[in-house]
C-alpha cells in the first residue's frame, strides 16, 4: 500500500526544511501536514490557589514535558512567587532538560533528566528520596507514571497547573478520506481524533504511536498500532516512521 498524505499532530517545526521530517518528505515522497489536534489552557492563579498547593514547600520538580515547564514558570510569575535557586529539577528527557534553560541556569548539579524513559526518571529520583517532590501537569495526566511513583513509594504531590483539550477546528481541515497516516504522541490526540471524528473507522489508515501511554491509548480507541517508538533502535518518530515506509516498499 502506498502511503502519499501523513498528518503530524504537532505543529510544524521551525526551519521546517532543516528538520528530519523535511528529509522524510524527500526521501518517501510523502505530503506531510501538521496539525494541532489539542489547546492548552492555562490554569490561573485564582484557580490554581484552590489546590492549597504552595510551591516553595517543595524542593524539587518533576518536568515531563515542555507544556509543564512553561506553565510552572508562568504560574509562578502570576503569584509573584521567586523560584528558589537551591530547588532541583528531574526531567522525564534531555530535550525537556536543555528547553529549562528558557528559565533557570543550566547546572549538572541541579538538573537531573532520563532518556524519555518513565523507570530511568525514577531510578534517578530515587537517588534523591531526601527531597520534596512536585509535578507540575495538565488534567488527564499520564497515570503510568504516577503509579510508577506509588509502586515506587516516592511521594509526589501532583499540581495541574494548564489544561489539554481537543481543538475542534481540525474537523474542518481534515478529510478523512485522503489521510493515509496518523502520527500522535499523546493520549489527548487520540481522545481529540474520535471527539472531532467520533464515526471514524481505521480501515487502511496507518497509525504511529509514540510513546507507551499513547499506544494504550490507540489501542483501548480499538486502533491498529502500525509504527510505535521509542525502541533500543528507534530514537525519533521520523526514524521509525522511515524503517516502516522502507519495509513496506519491500
Known amino acids: 500500500m502506498k502511503v502519499k498524505n501523513v498528518i503530524i499532530s504537532q505543529p510544524q517545526?521551525?526551519?521546517y526544511e532543516k528538520?528530519?521530517?523535511?528529509d522524510l518528505s524527500k526521501k518517501h515522497g510523502l505530503n506531510i501536514c501538521f496539525k494541532k489536534f489539542i489547546k492548552i489552557d492555562p490554569v490561573?492563579?485564582?484557580e490554581f490557589r484552590r489546590s492549597r498547593i504552595n510551591i516553595l514547600d517543595y524542593t524539587a520538580i518533576i518536568f515531563t514535558c515542555n507544556n509543564a515547564v512553561d506553565h510552572f514558570f508562568r504560574l509562578c510569575k502570576e503569584m509573584r512567587i521567586m523560584v528558589p535557586e537551591t530547588i532541583k529539577y528531574f526531567c522525564v528527557s534531555e530535550k525537556t532538560a536543555f528547553y529549562l534553560q528558557k528559565y533557570v541556569l543550566f547546572r549538572k548539579r541541579k538538573i537531573f533528566h532520563g532518556k524519555e524513559n518513565s523507570e530511568e526518571l525514577i531510578s534517578i529520583i530515587k537517588k534523591h528520596l531526601e527531597e520534596k517532590f512536585l509535578?507540575?501537569?495538565?488534567?488527564?495526566?499520564?497515570?503510568?507514571?504516577?503509579?510508577?511513583?506509588?509502586?515506587?513509594k516516592i511521594p509526589v504531590r501532583k499540581a495541574i497547573i494548564y489544561k489539554t483539550i481537543s481543538d475542534s477546528k481540525i474537523k474542518e481541515t481534515i478529510n478523512l478520506n485522503t489521510v493515509d497516516m496518523f502520527v500522535f504522541f499523546s493520549p489527548f490526540g487520540i481522545k481529540s481524533l474520535f471527539d472531532n471524528f467520533p464515526d471514524f473507522k481505521q480501515n487502511g489508515t496507518f497509525i504511529a504511536a509514540w510513546g507507551k501511554t499513547t499506544q494504550k491509548a490507540a489501542k483501548e480507541a480499538g486502533l491498529t498500532v502500525n509504527i510505535?517508538?521509542?525502541?533500543s533502535t528507534i530514537s525519533s518518530m521520523p526514524t521509525a516512521i522511515d524503517a516502516f515506509l522502507a519495509k513496506l516498499k519491500k
Open 228 to 231: 510505535m517508538g521509542p525502541t
Open 135 to 152: 509535578m507540575p501537569c495538565t488534567e488527564g495526566h499520564k497515570q503510568e507514571i504516577v503509579n510508577m511513583f506509588s509502586t515506587n
Open 19 to 22: 528538520s528530519p521530517y523535511f
Open 44 to 46: 490561573l492563579a485564582q
Open 13 to 15: 517545526p521551525q526551519n
